[in-house]
């Protein structure tokens, strides 16, 4: 009886890990910890060695070149303490994130615009932040196998998931945020070991500059209270924990004093998911970003509108994630008041993978690779923990096969992921590298064809050769127009399309219509104005039509009073007498081009309207239409024109042909209601409002299956 209970403890010993729970104390006389900590630092940096020579690429744009305070340099360390993090962009979503900022204006103070600087620091920070890992690791895991946190660090620094935060120097705040809550956690456990209060001081300090790096440290920072529990002998102490909520809450404080007046932009792009979608479609992106840890293949720069659409819980994989979810909770919760060594990754993955899952669930904001950075570390974690306990069962056949298995599974991994990784570092080398690359995973992104359609058309712009460079600007332009296509009020697309027209191709007709359609979709500010000046350029190259060139200066100026080309054409303007403030009856379209397009004669009729001569728009809205039989604006206008005279039936019919061709045309079902109301359809009439009104809120329909 003795003997199978013996047996039965034993069987039991080998099928779950069993650990005191105790610290590692550290042994900095021991050669392996000085080995895996150097090996742990080469390898770390190495792998991402490949980016430094890279240029700046995606956000590096709005968060280093054009970022005035970061080109102060020292002088304008003060302002970015007291800024949004995209504030000089004229967005204001309630980012604080000073220190990647401030790390930025140093280095444009001592090297001016030098991108392999930055990309030198980005993987110099990461390959310490590893080591920070590491010794966290083998504090909390080193007494179950000392190789365990050797591997884990390894399998984290060579994730391809890291990608997107290493190789982007903006990305930084993701850097340091690790770094440092891994070194208050650090400093934390030290304290617990050696009772010595300058540790807790330490970890404050770590704990405040990773909440200044990136707000999300907090969800990191959870790990103290979780270590804490599971780890110490002694009973919980409040006092222990305060230097690191009193960084947290002196942090918050701070940001409640610089940031205000947040404005969450009704953006399409980066926040296409309505209401009865965020949370559906939250669980689901949960379960795409677990399924990239695991299998981190088709990684991708952009997952925004319309590259993921909404789903609701009929969807397969938002029921999986329910279930993951649920499960994952109730499991974690149990780990953790059994104070097994499991609660440690799954705490560390379920918190660091929150913030992303409530950036999607409260704001419809778009799935990110980054989110994935500090979850990659808990996945990783589990996974080495959980093969180690699998191992564990045939040790008393097999010597050392828990040291053997591990470390096979280690290199394995470890060579898949660094492949991976060092050929995903080649991609971020440049803007269009990057672009032109994800665009063969990103065709129904429009903010992917708007990228690659913007580089294509800088090549084109630099381009000698006539006819490479018109190849290059049909190109940029087949591109651009899959991106309005997707979004129809894609302000930016419409914007570089009339550069094309204007600037390569030379069709002026043409380019007016998109700056036109650029200013209808309410873009930014700085966008607005750069419009309204390109228009003015336009009219400006007839000589008959400075007085709408003037008008439109005047109004760029309007809305960015310092646009500096804006200031200069107007100034010329008034020396010649002419300062147009109210928009011109006339003169505002040249019916003597010779380049009778399809566009010629869309913006005829468009100054035929204006003039209230319906019958003489419809001519030449139609003739625009037989050019171009898809063109929704004209066929919206005919509608409107039919709608001007009483023909209201006739106007029926345009909307439905809009209708058919773009299910999703807001402005053809608003039509609708207003003909059906003429003619005394009242219920036909609510019908096409309610449509109209529910494109108007968000645009991005829920798929079953997507």
């Avoid at 401030?102 to 990309?119: G, K």
């Avoid at 359609?453 to 190849?471: C, G, P, Y």
Wanted: proline share 4%; charged share 20%.
């Amino acid at each position: 009886m003795v003997q199978q209970q013996a047996k039965a403890i034993k069987k039991e010993q080998k099928t779950e890990i069993k650990t005191s729970l105790k610290f590692e104390v550290f042994n900095f006389k021991s050669r392996f910890f000085w080995i895996s900590t150097a090996l742990v630092f080469v390898f770390s940096f190495l792998i991402y060695s490949n980016t430094i020579n890279h240029d700046y690429a995606l956000d590096d744009t709005g968060a280093i070149q054009q970022n005035l305070n970061v080109k102060k340099g020292l002088q304008g360390i003060p302002d970015i303490l007291k800024m949004d993090l995209w504030e000089q962009s004229e967005v204001r979503l309630g980012y604080y994130r000073p220190l990647s900022l401030i790390t930025f204006a140093l280095e444009y103070h001592f090297f001016q615009s030098a991108p392999h600087v930055c990309h030198f620091n980005n993987v110099l920070l990461f390959a310490i932040s590893c080591v920070v890992l590491l010794f966290v690791l083998q504090a909390l895991l080193g007494n179950v196998h000392q190789f365990i946190p050797l591997a884990i660090t390894i399998l984290f620094a060579a994730h391809p998931i890291h990608t997107e935060v290493v190789a982007n120097i903006k990305s930084r705040d993701e850097i340091l945020s690790f770094l440092f809550v891994f070194s208050s956690i650090l400093f934390f456990i030290f304290n617990l070991q050696k009772k010595k209060p300058i540790f807790l001081i330490i970890s404050f300090i770590c704990a405040y500059l990773g909440m200044l790096s990136k707000e999300t440290a907090l969800t990191g920072l959870l790990m103290i209270p979780i270590i804490y529990f599971l780890y110490s002998e002694e009973k919980l102490k409040v006092l222990k924990l305060f230097p690191v909520i009193a960084a947290i809450g002196i942090f918050f404080l701070q940001k409640s004093i610089f940031i205000k007046n947040v404005m969450i932009p009704v953006d399409i792009i980066n926040y296409p998911y309505d209401q009865d979608f965020k949370l559906p479609t939250s669980i689901y992106l949960f379960v795409l970003g677990l399924k990239l840890l695991i299998i981190p293949i088709n990684l991708r720069y952009d997952y925004s509108y319309n590259l993921i659409p909404a789903v609701d819980f009929n969807n397969p994989m938002t029921f999986l994630g329910v279930i993951i979810l649920i499960g994952g909770g109730v499991f974690t919760l149990n780990r953790l008041l059994k104070k097994s060594i499991l609660a440690v990754p799954l705490s560390m993955y379920f918190f660091a993978i929150a913030p992303g899952f409530a950036f999607t669930f409260l704001r419809g904001g778009i799935f990110a690779e980054r989110f994935l950075y500090s979850a990659a570390l808990g996945f990783l974690m589990f996974l080495i923990l959980i093969l180690f306990n699998i191992l564990k069962r045939w040790s008393d056949q097999v010597k050392n096969i828990q040291l053997f298995g591990i470390g096979a599974f280690t290199i394995l991994l470890t060579s898949m992921y660094s492949t991976k990784t060092f050929t995903r570092n080649f991609v971020w080398r440049d803007n269009y590298t990057l672009f032109s690359t994800d665009i063969k995973t990103g065709e129904n992104s429009a903010q992917n064809q708007r990228h690659f359609a913007e580089q294509t058309l800088v090549k084109a712009m630099e381009e000698k050769d006539s006819t490479r460079k018109i190849e290059l600007a049909n190109v940029s332009l087949k591109a651009f127009e899959k991106s309005y296509t997707m979004h129809p009020r894609f302000a930016e697309s419409y914007m570089k399309t009339a550069v094309i027209y204007q600037l390569i191709l030379n069709k002026p007709d043409t380019a007016i219509y998109f700056y036109r359609k650029t200013i209808e979709c309410e873009p930014t500010k700085i966008l607005q104005a750069e419009a309204f000046y390109n228009l003015g350029t336009v009219y400006q190259n007839n000589k008959a039509n400075l007085v709408y060139a003037s008008y439109c200066y005047n109004q760029s100026l309007n809305f960015k009073s310092d646009y500096a080309p804006a200031i200069s054409a107007t100034e010329a303007l008034k020396k010649m007498g002419i300062n147009t403030l109210l928009e011109p009856t006339g003169n505002s379209f040249d019916e003597n081009s010779a380049n009778r397009d399809a566009n010629y004669y869309f913006n005829l009729g468009y100054k035929r309207a204006s003039e209230g001569k319906y019958k003489d728009a419809i001519v030449a809205f139609q003739e625009a239409l037989n050019m171009n039989p898809n063109n929704i604006d004209a066929l919206l206008n005919l509608g409107n024109c039919h709608g001007m005279l009483g023909n209201y039936q006739k106007s029926i019919e345009y909307n439905d042909k809009i209708i058919s061709l773009n299910p999703n045309e807001e402005r053809a079902y608003r039509n609708n209601a207003i003909n059906y109301e003429k003619l005394g359809n009242l219920e036909l009439s609510k019908q096409f409002l309610d449509k109209a009104n529910a494109l108007n809120s968000k645009v991005n329909l829920p798929q079953k299956n997507p």
